[in-house]
């Protein structure tokens, strides 16, 4: 599970194995080449050739409370697996560490070291947004090159980015990010198969790369991966650039949400987004943070995560709203000079960015209803209980209060709940609530908006209420007509938001 001191409140709400960041998932789909050597790098991506007089780049390290191994790995790594002239500067920016060896000790130390280290201080705890303006506004580079404080560069990491900054400065790139673990510091290939989005909670997941990428990169899979979102750790971005798209949105606080809201930036203002799979930089996945953070995770997760939605989302931050009820009560503060930055940048709506960027995405692009769904008879609603993929979906007392009871009938005909679908894979059931898929097959329901049926296409069978076994779960059976067979699909409306 990717859980780091800036990212812990978002990844502890779920854990299935998706968590794992490029973990499971990664490790699952690992390509052959990569599991040869221990430097991770491609065969392929070693015949690659790159420009010699690529931009040189500052690498942005913001820290708290590391400990000394972690952070001298990463600083080593970087020194030692990069071209010396590429290498401007590093900075370490101090989020408020308590830790006496990461003062003097560290700043003696690193004097020693053959690339110049410029260790710069919070003078309070500020969080990674503002630690990493700050650490921006010192660096000197033409790239910037943000890395967590745990990291591992391998032979080669640095090139590949670099070169695609030079060949249009519009490009912001993310490296593979590699598993070293937190228990034995074991390294492992993260994959080039998997890319970055989000689900209606607006937390950041890692799903499968679609036929689409692969398809516009010919199969060629050392070409970059255009991706909707970046996991926010390790990127590199042309210095101007940075400063011309609105660096970070400076209202947000400590961390959580500004990934995704740079990400949405760059698509929608005219970047592009990357994974370049010749990249590799190993990142510690921790299990559980071993810090306290002023103020509580929560609140200011869903401080940060309205700030995205209003400025960001249009419409479509509904599906937010919607399944976290509760968020809208939070207080965002004043978001007039994210418009401002929108307006003046003249950025695309995000219905683009969903119909362009994201045709997978969680949320739909063109949907029938989202809110709940009631049975005629029984007068409850389905309800996915919290549950997890691969469980059976709810049906419940309607409660009109979104949340768990929030499905949306998508113009592909999928009743999806978040980023999991209904799923009925044999006849009578049951329906489980699997990773939607977009290839319909056992997702695709058929609804007759007369008759009220929901239509299972593929048994040819109609959901049906809970059963007398289990009165908890709603069950599918032939369809004969029964008012038990009656489903309404509704919008929700939630009066403080519309
Ligand atoms: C629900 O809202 C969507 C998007 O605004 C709209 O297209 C759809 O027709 C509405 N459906 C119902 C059942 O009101
Ligand atoms: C439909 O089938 C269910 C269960 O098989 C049964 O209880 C119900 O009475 C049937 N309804 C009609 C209208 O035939
Ligand atoms: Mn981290």
Redesign the pocket.
């Given at each position: 599970m990717h859980v780091d001191i800036y990212r812990w409140g978002q990844q502890q709400q779920e854990s299935s194995q998706q968590d794992l960041g490029c973990g499971v998932l990664a490790l699952a789909l690992l390509p052959p080449c990569c599991l040869c050597a221990q430097l991770l790098l491609c065969e392929t991506c070693k015949t690659k050739v790159y420009p010699d007089n690529l931009p040189t780049t500052s690498v942005v390290i913001v820290f708290h409370n590391e400990a000394w191994s972690t952070l001298l790995r990463t600083v080593h790594s970087v020194i030692n697996r990069s071209p010396r002239h590429m290498i401007e500067e590093i900075v370490l920016v101090d989020d408020a560490s308590e830790r006496d060896f990461l003062k003097r000790p560290l700043e003696s130390y690193v004097k020693k070291l053959k690339v110049p280290v410029n260790v710069i201080r919070m003078e309070q705890r500020s969080g990674l947004i503002r630690a990493r303006l700050k650490g921006a506004a010192v660096s000197k580079g033409q790239v910037i090159t943000f890395l967590d404080a745990h990291c591992e560069c391998t032979v080669g990491w640095l090139e590949p980015l670099l070169a695609r900054i030079k060949h249009d400065r519009r490009t912001v790139v993310c490296p593979i990010i590699d598993v070293i673990s937190d228990d034995t510091f074991e390294y492992m290939a993260g994959s080039d198969m998997t890319y970055g989005g989000f689900n209606w909670k607006l937390n950041f997941r890692w799903y499968p790369v679609p036929q689409r990428e692969m398809d516009r990169r010919k199969g060629d899979r050392t070409l970059p991966v255009r991706t909707p979102t970046m996991a926010g750790g390790l990127f590199s971005i042309d210095r101007d650039y940075f400063q011309e798209i609105g660096t970070y949105d400076a209202g947000m606080d400590i961390w959580g949400g500004e990934n995704l809201e740079i990400s949405f930036r760059i698509w929608q203002c005219g970047g592009t987004l990357e994974i370049v799979t010749c990249s590799h930089v190993g990142h510690v996945f921790r299990k559980a943070t071993p810090y306290t953070f002023p103020g509580g995770t929560g609140q200011i997760i869903n401080k940060n995560n309205r700030r995205l939605a209003e400025v960001w989302m249009d419409e479509f931050k509904n599906f937010f709203y919607i399944i976290s009820p509760g968020v809208t009560k939070v207080d965002y503060g004043d978001i007039s000079s994210r418009l401002g930055l929108r307006q003046k940048l003249q950025c695309k709506p995000f219905s683009w960015y969903l119909e362009n960027i994201y045709p997978d995405s969680q949320i739909p692009r063109h949907y029938f209803s989202l809110g709940e769904i009631r049975n005629v008879e029984t007068n409850q609603c389905l309800d996915n209980m919290a549950r997890k993929e691969n469980e059976k979906v709810g049906i419940f007392n309607c409660h009109g209060m979104g949340g768990n009871q929030v499905f949306s009938y998508t113009a592909n005909k999928e009743i999806r709940t978040d980023d999991l679908c209904l799923d009925v894979s044999k006849l009578n059931g049951p329906v489980t609530m699997l990773k939607c898929h977009h290839l319909k097959g056992n997702q695709l329901w058929e609804y007759d908006p007369v008759k009220l049926t929901l239509q299972h296409v593929n048994s040819n069978q109609c959901l049906?209420k809970a059963t007398e076994e289990d009165s908890q779960v709603p069950s599918i059976?032939?369809c004969?007509?029964?008012r038990?067979?009656q489903w309404l699909l509704r919008n929700v409306t939630l009066p403080e938001i519309f």
């Open positions: 049906d059976r032939d004969n007509g029964s038990s067979q």
